[in-house]
């Protein structure tokens, strides 16, 4: 069995301006290209994990969505990082079905996402993280069984016992910190 980091993307990755269909609008936050290096480096895969309602809302399209992804990893290459996979929820309950579905076991903080890439990559839970700035993503982590890492400012209300970190960074150290105490 494998283990994973299951990475939210807007507000953890990068800036979250609200639903980016330029690739141009899209930067990652200082040192995360670096921090996922060593993160990769340290043998976990890097999966994303991310909610993309625009599609559904009709404000980005599965071709604009793809091209930002593309930049994400070209930005990622240029630090020697790269996702091995990128899972996303194009749903939202409240706006059109996309491919037939609205409601879904996708969205955040549904764990379908995270379930999937469990089955498609032989995924060790108890050795795995889900980071991300919004309680959807501790949400999901612990729906999933998977510790969750929460990046904000202050600790996230009704989760204090959740590792919180300023940034990707911080997390980062912490987490290759911990792996090497475990060996």
């Not at 409240?94 to 549904?110: H, I, L, M, T």
């Not at 982590?141 to 990046?151: K, L």
């Not at 009704?158 to 290759?176: C, N, R, S």
Request: glycine content about 8%; hydrophobic content about 40%.
């Amino acid at each position: 069995m494998r283990k994973a980091i299951f990475l939210d993307r807007d507000g953890t990755l990068n800036p979250d301006p609200g639903y980016i269909s330029n690739p141009d609008d899209f930067i990652l936050f200082p040192g995360v290209g670096e921090a996922l290096a060593n993160l990769k480096k340290a043998g976990y895969l890097l999966i994303l994990i991310t909610n993309q309602s625009g599609i559904s809302r009709g404000l980005i399209s599965w071709q604009q969505l793809e091209l930002v992804h593309q930049k994400l990893q070209n930005l990622l290459a240029a630090a020697d990082a790269s996702l091995d996979a990128i899972y996303l929820c194009p749903h939202h309950p409240d706006y059109p079905p996309v491919n037939g579905v609205s409601a879904c076991d996708c969205r955040k903080p549904q764990p379908g996402m995270i379930l999937q890439a469990i089955k498609d990559f032989d995924i060790d839970t108890q050795s795995s993280y889900v980071i991300g700035d919004r309680g959807s993503d501790v949400k999901i982590a612990i729906n999933a069984g998977i510790q969750p890492i929460y990046i904000g400012k202050s600790l996230l209300p009704g989760y204090e016992k959740v590792q919180t970190f300023v940034d990707l960074k911080a997390a980062a150290e912490w987490l290759l910190r911990e792996s090497a105490n475990k060996v």
